[in-house]
């Protein structure tokens, strides 16, 4: 199966159709065009804004973000010198090889390093790798975590996530299954670590509102489902999912945000955000997510 690479970015083919584009700028992957079983035509899956910067001038406004180490405004004191969100999706990657190419699917490996500009905020040993995996109907991204210091050395604290803008029609949308979950609303305090602790109450969560709730060891596998399409989220190691979406009011601030944008997406975020994982030196840890494109009936059937 074709992988191309070229002026940044990583290209994957499937024979039957279905794409992946990976920026080597932030491991962003900026587009995932599949078929479901039910719709043979490919389709794109993620929503990138219009306005978004695709330049490696800034992290992009949409695809699936890498975020690491830090999810939201630093909490941790060895996070204390990082922007929003940390640096992986701000930081250019390395295609490190094929992992994977037969008639099924293809896999590439995407790695990280420490470089100076890393080291000037975060100062620690780590290792990144980023595994994408592209088959007929299906996505999956595996995030890996080394701490990369001697064993007994220091121990590495982080958060990760992917940070998925869904395409979907924002007010016709709905997640499942959150209810008697926990969650922060951080509409509410913008500091999640200051919100008080909710229980989900709905069968499914909307984003007709301004949503932008972290859910707290949420089950690890979801739907996402809008009338004519959908899509399943099943993930490994991210005990935690943030739903987001900014509608109007909030979505206008946001400079790289096209017109409408918040619209056509929804972000179902998998990720470890609720503490910190702990490494010790020579440890490494997964997180997982395999996203698969169907339409809304076979998932309601479920
Ligand atoms: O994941 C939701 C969130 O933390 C929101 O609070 C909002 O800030 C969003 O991420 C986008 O963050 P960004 O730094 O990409 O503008």
């Known amino acids: 199966m074709p992988v191309e690479q070229s002026q940044g970015k990583v290209v994957l083919k499937h024979p039957k159709g279905s794409s992946a584009e990976i920026l080597l700028y932030g491991a962003s ?68 090889d094929v992992v994977m190419d037969n008639d099924a699917g293809v896999s590439v490996r995407l790695t990280l390093l420490p470089n100076d500009s890393i080291k000037a905020k975060f100062d620690k040993p780590f290792e990144l790798a980023y595994v994408v995996t592209l088959s007929e109907h299906q996505l999956s991204t595996d995030l890996h975590v080394k701490n990369s ?5 220091a121990t590495l604290q982080f958060q990760a996530l992917l940070h998925n803008y869904i395409r979907a029609p924002a007010n016709d949308v709905l997640v499942t299954p959150l209810q008697g979950v926990t969650y922060y609303d951080k509409t509410e305090a913008t500091d999640e670590l200051k919100a008080q602790p909710k229980t989900e109450t709905r069968p499914g969560v909307d984003v007709k509102k301004f949503t932008d709730s972290v859910y707290e060891n949420a089950g690890g596998k979801y739907q996402v489902v809008w009338p004519g399409g959908g899509l399943e989220l099943k993930t490994k190691g991210f005990k935690d999912v943030v739903v987001w979406n900014p509608q109007a009011e909030a979505g206008a601030k946001i400079g790289d945000m096209e017109a409408g944008g ?6 179902v975020e998998p990720g470890f955000v609720r503490g910190f994982v702990t490494l010790a030196g020579g440890e490494t840890w997964i997180g997982q997510q395999v996203l698969t494109a169907t339409d809304s009936s076979v998932l309601a059937a479920k």
């Open 29 to 96: 992957i900026i587009s995932w065009k599949s078929s479901s079983s039910t719709d043979l035509a490919p389709k794109e899956r993620l929503f990138v804004s219009g306005k978004a910067a695709l330049d490696g001038s800034k992290p992009v406004r949409g695809g699936i973000p890498v975020v690491f180490p830090c999810f939201g405004a630093p909490s941790h004191p060895d996070h204390a010198k990082l922007p929003q969100h940390g640096f992986a999706r701000s930081e250019v990657w390395s295609f490190s």
């Open 149 to 153: 210091g001697t064993p007994g050395a």
């Open 262 to 267: 918040w619209e056509k997406y929804i972000c």
